[in-house]
């Protein structure tokens, strides 16, 4: 059971950017996935969720009106749309799966991280 971040690189600020997580097993389908991101030298932060059963959607402000979360329940995969990017958004990118949230989880999940560099 893992999760599988990609869609990272290099981007010019004000471009735009689309970040997936694959789940590998269905069990994805009904819980909730959330992107983190960690800026070197920063703590990791929360930047997005999506819930499970009925797709509710959360944002940082930061990234409010700029980034969006979707899923794709047929491919198990969530999106992270990252548009109007600038240098504070460089950092890696995680996808998760977490125990708090979604009890039947029998621990957290965490996808390998993406590298997002967005040049000025």
């Known amino acids: 059971v893992q999760l599988q971040a990609s869609g990272g690189g290099l981007v010019q600020a004000g471009g735009s950017l689309r970040l997936s997580c694959a789940a590998s097993e269905r069990t994805f389908r009904n819980v909730a996935i959330h992107w983190f991101r960690q800026a070197p030298g920063k703590e990791r932060e929360f930047v997005a969720r999506?819930?499970?059963?009925?797709?509710?959607?959360r944002y940082t402000d930061s990234v409010k009106g700029r980034f969006t979360i979707s899923r794709d329940s047929a491919k198990n995969t969530v999106y992270l749309q990252l548009n109007s990017v600038t240098p504070e958004d460089t950092a890696v990118y995680y996808c998760?799966?977490?125990?708090?949230?979604?009890?039947?989880?029998?621990?957290?999940?965490w996808g390998q991280g993406t590298q997002v560099t967005v040049s000025s």
């Open positions: 998760a799966a977490l125990r708090q949230v979604d009890p039947i989880l029998p621990r957290d999940y």
């Open positions: 999506i819930g499970g059963y009925f797709g509710s959607t």
